[in-house]
């Protein structure tokens, strides 16, 4: 749908070097990377708002590098928003289908059905200024979609939000997805890739390094950034199932065949677990602690990482532990060795999708 | 924490210095108005010459600022948007009209618009007369003021975000209408506060328009004109209604532009 190919700019400290990946019709792509590796660079050739020194950009088979801005098909949702200050809320989001001479009622109708969608119907008649973090973007989003883009764009769309909007605004931004629209979605927030992304491509340095699904790009890290989340190795899908009698936030999690207690705000559905592998305890003996998820399994693999070891043992599912060597000569751990694998509720990462 | 309000010494002197200042500005319009009885003023109200030349100096200034702010506007805009070679150069010319005298900028002007010239005879073929018309008046006017609207306009049309038109042209607004419909809306302030500007120096200028039109006679001209055949007792009267004029369509235009800004 969208393919960007060996695309390059160079714009002051910021550089982006040839760069490539494709985007399919539908698709949640998500952009990972630290501040300042050149995404919101990437986005800006994209839309065409800077010109690039080399490469192409090609949308549904048209060749659309040096197409106009505005003839590009390809909506901006800026991460502060960027909503015109001296119009309304009503006036903003109509602004787009101006240029397309709709007649006024035509206008309105489609202003109001976009309101509705995004949930901005009391505030149509407000000046962007008086609007919170969450509000703006909301609006933001629904001037975008207004001129039915064929991919949309959004640059940090979280980031400026509170916890509690975030997830209203993670929710939204599904439910667009659903309707068939492409979104490319860049952030630094891996929780936030992992909780939206079909595809995370991996920005570092001005390049694309890795682009995969979630669960590939966490377990099998080809990129110092990712790296450093080297927890996530243990990444599991399944369904959070509230527990209705427990006085504290604690909740069952299942994944294949597996039962695991986890502390979580989230309402329950379908998600992904992270367990950090330096939270994993591996023992010969169960023994009881406060550790809520205890389970015995079989060593499959033992291996150098780039701190201590790192154990694999198969529970049902395969579980890593990072531990130092001194415990694994201690505790005499190799290759098909029983032993017991324990961390608490709260060292699981429950990510709703 | 309560802020001290301990007066400095100093800021006492600087005030003392403002309060001269302020005195050097308001002290001769004052005693000149002070000499002036009401029955001169009323005289001089019902004077058909000076009402004529009053309004001729408010509808020419008025004429020329907004003639001008067709080409002025859209310049200002590439000055404040665009980087080019010699950009230094181009915004030292803007400034040429303020820093030269305006006499010299008359006769620099007569001679691109005398009745001899190519410019001078495509007026004539339009039925616009330079030298001692209307023209004539309004040119010099915009020569010496325009500097003002642009200025103005530039530093407008800068502080406007540029993220703000890139959005618009996002959505798939053509340029012109992001012109109108952002840019301008969005340094509107600034361009109408250049706009009185223009309009309140065109409307004073006595150096440029004298060497080019004598008459039809504007107010400053006919101001010095009086003082040099009658005196100082009849040049006043004359003064002190064309400053009170200024003043109060000064006073409304800014009220008129802080109205809408608020709105």
Redesign the interface.
Known sequence: MLKVEQLSKRLGDFIISDVSFDVAEGEYFVLLGASGVGKTVLLETI?G?LTVDSGSIKLNGRDITHE?????D???V?Q?Q?L???LSVRQNIA??L???SHNRSEINNKVNALAVEVEVTHLLERKPTTLSGGEAQRVALA??L??QPKCLLLDEPLSSLDLGSRSEMRALLRRINRKKITMIHVTHDYEEAISLAMRIGIMENGKIVQVDTPRQIFQHPKSEFVARFIGIRNFFWGELIKNKHSPDKSAEFVTSGLQLSVLTDEEPGEGNVIIRSEDVTVSTEPYSSSARNVFEGTIVDIATARLGIEIIVDIGVEIAALITQDSVNKLGLGYGKKVFVSFKASAVKFIKA | MQIQKRIEPLHLIFAALGGVVLLFFVAPLLNMIFKCSAGQLIETAQDSEVQRSIWLTLFTSMAATLVFSVVAIPFAYILARKNFPFKQLVNGIIDIPIVIPHSAAGIALLGIIAPDTIIGRIGETFGIKFVGGYGGIMVAMAFVSLPFLINSARDGFAAVPERLEKAALNLGAPPMRVFFTISTPLAWRAILSGLILMWARGMSEFGAVIIIAYHPMITPILIYERFGAFGLKYARPVSVLFIGICLLFFVIMRVIATRKNSA
């Open positions: 839309t708002i106009k801005i505005q003839k590009r390809i909506g901006l800026y502060d960027a015109f200050p001296h602004y787009g101006k240029s397309r001037r975008a207004a001129v």
